[in-house]
């Protein structure tokens, strides 16, 4: 599993027009699901993701996790973060998770987030979605889980 972890003043998705999700300050994930990866690897990333430290203090050090700082969580499926470009000039894509298999654990790190007391919201899986933000910061991170554990 990969995830791109983007801290924000707002995200949205829209879908046709249409905003199917949109949060204030907090973070945004895009997230791609990688063959063979489970429930371990989605309770990787929410561990991290609650803990994650990358908010400002009153010093304005990345001091605050997300829950400290009152932020929200945008959750935004996409597969092309698994796209392989070693070889020629399209990616290849075979290391992503199969849609059937995907879903639902993208549906399972929003509701881990929830229990976790994190307000979050997602895109619409496998809708070609656009999606707004405004990097704050500009702060940016990338997250790779496997079996598990962050690598």
């Known amino acids: 599993m990969r995830v791109v972890v983007q801290r924000v003043s707002n995200a949205s998705v829209s879908v046709d027009g249409e905003v199917v999700a949109a949060i204030g300050p907090g973070l945004c994930l895009l997230v ?9 690897d989605v309770s990787a990333v ?6 994650l430290r990358v ?9 605050l996790s997300l829950a400290e700082a009152g932020g929200e969580v945008l959750v935004v499926s996409q597969f092309t973060l698994l796209g392989d470009l ?3 000039r399209r990616p290849s894509f075979t290391g992503a998770a199969p849609p059937e298999l995907a879903a639902p654990l993208i549906d399972e790190m929003v509701d881990g987030l929830r ?3 994190v307000r979050a919201s997602q895109g619409r899986f496998g809708a070609h979605m656009e999606v ?5 910061g500009p702060v940016t991170l990338v997250i790779e889980v496997r079996r598990g554990s962050i690598v």
Request: glycine share 20%; charged share 35%.
């Open 46 to 51: 929410v561990e991290k993701i609650v803990g």
């Open 132 to 136: 707004g933000l405004v990097n704050d």
């Open 55 to 63: 908010f400002p203090d009153e010093a304005q050090k990345m001091n």
């Open 32 to 40: 791609g699901v990688a063959v063979g990866d489970g429930s371990e």
């Open 115 to 117: 229990k976790r007391g």
């Open 86 to 88: 070693r070889r020629g």
